[in-house]
T-cell receptor
Framework: TQLLEQSPQFLSIQEGENLTVYCNSS?????LQWYRQEPGEGPVLLVT?????EVKKLKRLTFQFGDARKDSSLHITAAQPGDTGLYLC???????????FGKGTLLTVNP | DADVTQTPRNRITKTGKRIMLECSQT?????MYWYRQDPGLGLRLIYY???????NKGEISDGYSVSRQAQAKFSLSLESAIPNQTALYFC????????????????FGEGSRLTVL
């Protein structure tokens, strides 16, 4: 069974601060997805990283896939209250093209 | 209207009752999934279906069953609900990329909150 560990589990910061969320595994993934879930809604895909060492930017969000494709990070610059939500990483690997989800990081950005 | 619609959105029931959660999609995707979300445990896969004739167990299928009535419809049943099945349930869909063996992006419904007393 492939496991994804996310840290921290909870993060509460002030508007304007920077933060990094981590997603780690002992398994190799062929790709890794990041989702954001807001209260009362389902998760929505932010990005997919595929190549080891890949870096993708989405406005103030920077996603990195580790060289060995076992870990990933999400960095948010100058966080805003609208960034509040549950951030989930999901790795693809093994058979049947299923995703394995981490337990999530609940981010609260206070005005 | 939402591309992935779940009904009911909220349900309170009693132990031992049979419950069905329904999911319909207008995205035309072949693949459909049922996930369960519990605080601190993330999303766990219950069942998945890659086409109408295909049903597969996920990591936590015990106590659940599913039916893929059509490409657009995938229902989840709890034959005899118990309190530890109280959770937020999500249906999701994804496209099957012809010739590319990838999971692809999941599109989620808004969730069905089930409480079993």
């Amino acid at each position: 069974t492939q496991l994804l560990e996310q840290s921290p589990q909870f993060l509460s910061i002030q508007e304007g601060e920077n933060l990094t969320v981590y997603c780690n595994s002992s398994s190799v993934f062929s790709s890794l997805q990041w989702y954001r879930q807001e209260p009362g809604e389902g998760p929505v895909l932010l990005v997919t990283v595929v190549t080891g060492g890949e870096v993708k930017k989405l406005k103030r969000l920077t996603f990195q896939f580790g060289d060995a494709r076992k870990d990933s990070s999400l960095h948010i610059t100058a966080a805003q209250p609208g960034d509040t939500g549950l951030y989930l990483c999901a790795g693809e690997g093994g058979s049947n093209y299923k995703l394995t989800f981490g337990k999530g990081t609940l981010l609260t950005v206070n005005p | 209207d939402a591309d992935v619609t779940q009904t009911p959105r909220n349900r309170i029931t009693k132990t031992g009752k049979r419950i069905m959660l329904e999911c319909s999609q207008t995205k035309g995707h072949d693949r459909m999934y049922w996930y369960r979300q519990d605080p601190g445990l993330g999303l766990r896969l219950i069942y998945y279906s890659f086409d109408v004739k295909d049903i597969n167990k996920g990591e936590i299928s015990d106590g659940y069953s599913v039916s893929r009535q059509a490409q657009a419809k995938f229902s989840l049943s709890l034959e005899s609900a118990i309190p530890n099945q109280t959770a937020l349930y999500f249906c999701a869909t994804s496209d099957s990329f012809a010739g590319v063996d990838r999971a692809g992006e999941l599109f989620f419904g808004e969730g069905s909150r089930l409480t079993v007393l």
